[in-house]
């Protein structure tokens, strides 16, 4: 008899066990397709938000850390700020006139591509997030412990490497906590990390006029301090090709490259504005140490410091073009 109630104790015990177990596991980790559901609808509805994060760009060589900061407004008004380790900060701003690119501390500005944000994956702007997640019909949400988490695949504009991402935000709020573009290993390529978000809140029209952020930093642009001569070293040289010329003239400098992926780098003092002009229309960003760089076909522009560096090239790839730029310094 003793025997008998001994096995049926191990029965119950073991089915409590087994119901605590699938207690505790569904509490931690709950899988379901409302979770997608439940982010995208919130994203979707957003009628505008304020958000600040800290983007990290993991290369080979190094990692390059940028301060961002976005304001938005229903339907598609943006201004992102850019600021670099060096406290250089630039601006993308989307109104009704366009997409600009700004460089309030020489008074410059950039036209962008008018389909900005939603040409290409970006790690900070939640629309761009949003359309992701609903572009992947393979897309999975799953609620850990307080947070959850989203992956889906990407398609990154200019990072080729950059293929999935995961997103994560509150379980209770749905406040955005975390990005990471990853690659084919699992490896992050892209950091993003949220720190802090307001939605729906308090913008007007106004904010997003480009034209106020450049003549309000008119008068602190230094236009009349002179630049001293500089040495430009460009650190790395692409493989299978070798330096031509190498030229300095009147503050400028232009290193000719020959080989199998030819190259041209010119570097010049940038000629600050009294007022804003605008420049040359680009197709695409991407993010060095000193802050952004421009991309068009053969053409990749950014500026470090008070000059402008430019590099010309019919073969190089995105890549390519951030390895030379990235190594380029003055002294």
Same mark, same amino acid.
Not at 25 to 38: F, I, N, P, V
Not at 185 to 205: M, Q, W
């Given at each position: 008899?003793?025997?008998?109630?001994?096995?049926?104790?191990? /029965?119950?015990?073991?089915?409590?066990?087994? +119901?605590?177990?699938?207690?505790?596991?569904?509490?931690?980790?709950?899988?379901?397709?409302?979770?997608?559901?439940? =982010?995208?609808?919130? #994203?979707?509805? #957003?009628?505008?938000?304020?958000?600040?994060?800290?983007?990290? @760009?993991?290369?080979?060589?190094?990692?390059?850390?940028?301060?961002?900061?976005?304001? $938005?407004?229903?339907?598609?008004?943006?201004?992102?700020?850019?600021?670099?380790?060096?406290?250089? %900060?630039?601006?993308? @701003?989307?109104?009704?006139?366009?997409? $600009?690119?700004?460089?309030?501390?020489?008074?410059?500005?950039?036209? &962008?591509?008018?389909?900005?944000?939603?040409?290409?994956?970006?790690? $900070?702007?939640? %629309?761009?997030? +949003?359309? *992701?997640? /609903?572009?992947?019909?393979?897309?999975?949400?799953?609620?850990?412990?307080?947070? @959850?988490?989203?992956? +889906?695949?990407?398609?990154?504009?200019?990072?080729?490497?950059?293929?999935?991402?995961? $997103?994560?935000?509150?379980?209770?709020?749905?406040?955005?906590? /975390?990005?990471?573009?990853?690659?084919?290993?699992?490896?992050? =390529? @892209? %950091?993003?990390?949220?720190?802090?978000?307001?939605?729906?809140?308090?913008?007007?029209?106004?904010?997003?006029?480009?034209?106020?952020?450049?003549?309000?930093?008119?008068?602190?642009?230094?236009?009349?301090?002179?630049?001293?001569?500089?040495?430009?070293?460009?650190?790395?040289?692409?493989?299978?090709?070798?330096?031509?010329?190498?030229?300095?003239? *009147?503050?400028?400098?232009? #290193?000719?490259?020959?080989?199998?992926?030819?190259?041209?780098?010119? =570097?010049?003092?940038?000629?600050?504005?009294?007022?804003?002009?605008?420049?040359?229309?680009?197709?695409?960003?991407?993010?060095?140490?000193?802050?952004? +760089? &421009?991309?068009?076909?053969?053409?990749? /522009?950014? &500026?470090?410091?008070?000059?402008?560096?430019?590099?010309?090239?019919?073969?190089?790839?995105? %890549?390519?073009? #951030?390895?030379?730029?990235?190594?380029?310094?003055? =002294?």
């Amino acid at each position: 008899m003793i025997m008998k109630m001994g096995g049926k104790m191990k /029965k119950i015990l073991s089915v409590l066990m087994l +119901c605590l177990m699938l207690l505790f596991s569904g509490c931690s980790k709950k899988e379901t397709a409302d979770e997608l559901t439940r =982010v995208t609808t919130y #994203l979707s509805e #957003l009628k505008s938000y304020s958000l600040t994060s800290t983007m990290t @760009i993991h290369r080979s060589d190094k990692n390059v850390s940028i301060r961002v900061g976005v304001d $938005y407004l229903s339907p598609s008004y943006y201004k992102v700020s850019f600021t670099s380790q060096d406290n250089n %900060e630039q601006l993308i @701003i989307k109104n009704d006139n366009g997409v $600009y690119v700004l460089t309030p501390s020489l008074n410059k500005q950039f036209k &962008f591509d008018s389909d900005w944000p939603l040409n290409s994956s970006h790690a $900070y702007l939640l %629309e761009a997030i +949003c359309k *992701d997640i /609903k572009a992947d019909q393979a897309a999975s949400g799953i609620q850990e412990n307080s947070n @959850i988490k989203i992956e +889906c695949a990407i398609t990154h504009k200019t990072n080729q490497n950059a293929t999935k991402m995961q $997103y994560l935000c509150k379980a209770d709020d749905l406040k955005p906590q /975390k990005t990471l573009f990853l690659n084919d290993k699992g490896d992050p =390529v @892209i %950091e993003v990390d949220f720190d802090s978000f307001t939605p729906n809140n308090s913008l007007s029209k106004d904010h997003f006029n480009e034209k106020k952020y450049l003549t309000e930093q008119e008068d602190s642009t230094g236009k009349d301090e002179e630049t001293a001569d500089i040495a430009v070293t460009a650190g790395y040289e692409i493989e299978g090709n070798q330096l031509e010329s190498s030229t300095t003239k *009147d503050n400028v400098t232009i #290193l000719c490259y020959s080989g199998s992926k030819p190259y041209t780098i010119i =570097v010049q003092e940038a000629q600050t504005y009294s007022e804003v002009i605008p420049l040359e229309c680009y197709q695409s960003i991407d993010f060095l140490e000193g802050g952004l +760089c &421009f991309f068009n076909e053969n053409t990749m /522009k950014y &500026f470090l410091g008070n000059y402008e560096i430019a590099i010309y090239s019919n073969s190089l790839t995105t %890549e390519e073009y #951030l390895d030379v730029a990235g190594a380029i310094t003055l =002294v």
